[in-house]
């Protein structure tokens, strides 16, 4: 039977199939139907339609959180691009102890998130943090400085942690993707008088393009659903200046239990990544095309 | 033994447990289960108490009433998540030991307790009137009140004397004019304004309601946008900025104990833990003159409003889950735990951190060893619940969760929101729970 290719390709299929369609679709459906129920926890609920959908549209708790979750999804992602871009420039090059470097720099992408935002939020803690007493001690501020306790501190604390968190993502995997290129291309650049920043600019960023698309969609996907940094870090807080549409969406749907109201938020998120895909791969299949 | 005989053997084991039943009946067999009693609660900020439940009531419970106990502790904040994990999948915890108004949350996958509530009430002087409106729904219980951990201002004698305020302040105002003279000297009050379960709404409640601020009148309607509402906030943005430490509005609920431990406030709101630490730490809790810490720490209320002064204290409460197969024991269980001589071995360790919901215990030797936890003994006869002047049901407790009423405090503390906008906007999120 298996001679067939068809039923062979069905046969080699149908694990692959049975996975996405247990713990991807099964989930996704699942979230989808409790967002058009009143469902609570304990109580199955009926159908509203998208009257969830629409409380949660006008919540203004909601909108600060979707806001707050654009703004630490670009600025985390830029910084990250950059200084992973930068990073992996450096690493690219020829110097002793390389390889233990390269690795160590791996570090803070390993540490469990929790453990690490919590080390951060003792850094950055109102009344004894070690930062604000380093700054104390050697003169450089009178004050404490408001970390995590001014909510546009407490956000660009976030977006640190943040970039921190995920720049050697960004730099192993375009380290990677600079080691494919032909040191053949830099040296015919140079001989036609390009100095380095030409090189990078006409030679590098082109050819890394594509590596640093699929980082970027990888990035922003995890960026913008991101619990665990600012659930750890400020629990949203302080006046929901640092909450997202995931930690808001865990505190109605689980700490409320209104589950279904929960699963309405957290689709919130499920257009923009989708037309965030979307745009970016459309743009890296022309870019193959040319 | 021979593989032979070993097949032989296990097999015949197998078919005498009727595995064919088990299979059929979708759960496991009953010996293996009836005895197990699965408890989850928080990690108690008195470890001692944990202590207690996992070295004595454990082999007691086993002994008494031949039920194998497994307790569980967690961090406060997970509890929810866990509860709801549980209860949609319906398996966990036979008993979830909950906070503050999670039993309304969770009321419809509760088994009904009454029984053992009735009786624990009649036996040991009554409930009190805040864990009893916690508890139950329509008149059912539907958790049995194990604890309440009263909130109360912790405070520095010694730093109070020296400004000339040798008694605790009665109102808002003359804590306000205290707090000014004690920031002045870098000794600020302490009170975190953010999102964290305990202290924060804790404060920020009470406060209001001292004011004649309330979220919605007996029928439900929100009323929160009043002028004493504004009032208290108006207050409060002042007395942060006069008295407070400002990095209070990303505190969570142990920041001040270290903050008060380490010198840095000189009075805060908490439940008895900074002094039992205090009390327990005497050697490395000092004042700045040497002397032990514990020596110089007293309590007190929160001062009153114009309208008086009405606290809010944390409730805890043993819920037991409709899902689980050993009710029976469950139920056995609570009433071995509340009575007087197994409920004493806990509730003395407290040293007065956590209090019994019951009057009785106000009458306990226990309260004779330190005048400086006296005013715990009393905190439960008054006391308001989320969701005044209506129920603290589902709706209060989702304005709770969402931190509407903390956050309408922070906003104008922090100066991102006058008063009135502040109470204006916490006003609009609240109409929409309970629209």
Redesign the interface.
Same mark, same amino acid.
Request: proline share 2%; hydrophobic share 35%.
């Given at each position: 039977m298996l001679e067939s290719e068809k039923v062979l390709a069905s046969t080699l299929l149908t694990p692959g199939l049975l996975i996405l369609v247990l713990f991807i679709a099964y989930p996704f459906v699942m979230a989808l139907w409790y967002s058009l129920t009143s469902i609570r926890v304990g109580d199955p609920g009926q159908f509203v339609g998208l009257d969830n959908f629409v409380k949660a549209w006008n919540d203004t708790i909601f909108q600060v959180a979707f806001k707050n979750t654009v703004f630490y999804t670009f600025w985390a992602t830029i910084f990250k691009l950059a200084l992973g871009m930068w990073l992996a420039l450096l690493l690219n090059r020829s110097f002793r102890f390389k390889r233990i470097i390269r690795a160590s720099m791996l570090l803070p992408f390993i540490i469990p998130t929790v453990l690490s935002a919590f080390a951060w939020r003792w850094m950055f803690d109102p009344t004894f943090s070690v930062m604000n007493w380093l700054l104390f001690h050697t003169g450089m501020i009178a004050d404490r400085l408001p970390f995590l306790s001014s909510g546009d501190w407490a956000m660009w604390c976030a977006v640190l942690v943040n970039t921190w968190r995920g720049m050697p993502f960004f730099a192993i995997t375009l380290l990677a993707g600079l080691q494919t290129i032909s040191p053949d291309l830099h040296e015919a650049a140079a001989l036609d008088g390009a100095n380095a920043w030409h090189r990078f600019w006409h030679v590098t960023w082109p050819l890394l393009m594509p590596v640093t698309l699929v980082v970027v969609v990888f990035s922003v996907i995890q960026t913008f659903s991101d619990f665990q940094l600012i659930y750890v870090l400020t629990g949203g807080g302080p006046a929901n200046s640092t909450h997202l549409v995931a930690t808001y969406a865990y505190q109605v749907g689980v700490a409320s239990g209104l589950l279904g109201e929960g699963a309405a938020l957290s689709l919130f998120m499920f257009p923009v990544l989708f037309a965030v895909v979307w745009i970016q791969l459309r743009f890296m299949k022309r870019m193959e095309g040319a | 033994m021979k593989r032979r005989k070993f097949l032989k053997a296990t097999g015949a084991g197998l078919a005498a447990t009727g595995l064919a039943g088990i299979l059929a009946a979708h759960r496991a067999p009953v010996f293996a289960q009836a005895n197990t009693l699965h408890v989850l609660r928080w990690n108690d900020f008195v470890p001692a108490a944990d202590k207690v439940l996992r070295e004595v009531y454990v082999p007691e419970v086993q002994k008494a009433l031949g039920i194998k106990l497994n307790v569980e502790t967690v961090n406060a904040?997970d509890i929810?998540?866990r509860?709801?994990a549980a209860?949609?999948s319906g398996n966990g915890p036979d008993i979830f030991n909950f906070l503050n108004n999670y039993p309304q949350?969770?009321?419809?996958?509760a088994q009904d307790v009454s029984d053992v509530a009735d009786e624990v009430a009649k036996s040991q002087g009554g409930i009190y009137d805040l864990p009893k409106a916690l508890c139950t729904v329509s008149g059912k219980w539907v958790a049995v009140p194990w604890s309440t951990v009263p909130a109360l201002i912790a405070y520095r004698k010694s730093w109070f004397d020296e400004i000339g305020v040798k008694e605790f302040p009665k109102t808002w105002a003359a804590y306000h004019e205290a707090g000014k003279k004690l920031k002045a000297m870098k000794r600020p009050i302490g009170q975190t304004?953010?999102?964290?379960f305990g202290d924060a709404p804790t404060f920020a409640y009470p406060l209001m309601w001292s004011y004649g601020g309330q979220e919605v009148d007996a029928k439900g309607k929100v009323v929160l946008n009043s002028k004493e509402t504004v009032d208290s906030v108006r207050m409060m943005a002042q007395f942060w900025k006069d008295a407070h430490?400002?990095?209070?509005?990303?505190?969570?609920d142990s920041?001040n104990n270290?903050?008060f431990l380490?010198g840095?406030v000189s009075a805060t709101l908490n439940g008895a833990s900074i002094y039992v630490a205090a009390l327990n730490g005497a050697d490395k809790f000092k004042t700045d003159k040497g002397a032990p810490l514990h020596t110089d720490i007293q309590h007190a209320p929160l001062p009153n409003g114009p309208k008086g002064a009405f606290p809010y204290h944390t409730a805890f409460t043993d819920m037991v889950m409709k899902y689980s197969k050993n009710t029976k024991g469950a139920k056995e269980y609570l009433r071995w735990a509340h009575s007087k001589a197994n409920y004493e071995k806990w509730i003395v360790v407290q040293k007065g951190f956590a209090i019994a919901p019951t009057r009785d215990w106000e009458n306990h030797p226990m309260w004779n060893a330190d005048p400086v936890m006296l005013p715990f003994k009393t905190a439960s006869r008054s006391g308001r619940a989320m969701g005044f002047g209506g129920a603290p049901d589902?709706r209060a407790?989702?304005a709770w969760? #969402?931190?509407i009423i903390v956050?309408m405090y922070?906003?104008a503390a /922090?100066g #991102?929101m006058k008063p009135e906008e502040s109470v204006k906007?916490a006003a /609009?999120?609240l109409a929409?729970i309970y629209t």
């Open positions: - | 904040n929810p998540a509860a709801t209860i949609q949350l969770y009321a419809a996958a304004l953010g999102h964290t430490d400002e990095g209070g509005l990303a505190w969570d920041n270290r903050a380490s840095d589902k407790a989702e969760n #969402k931190y956050d922070a906003n /922090s #991102k906007a /609009s999120e929409k």
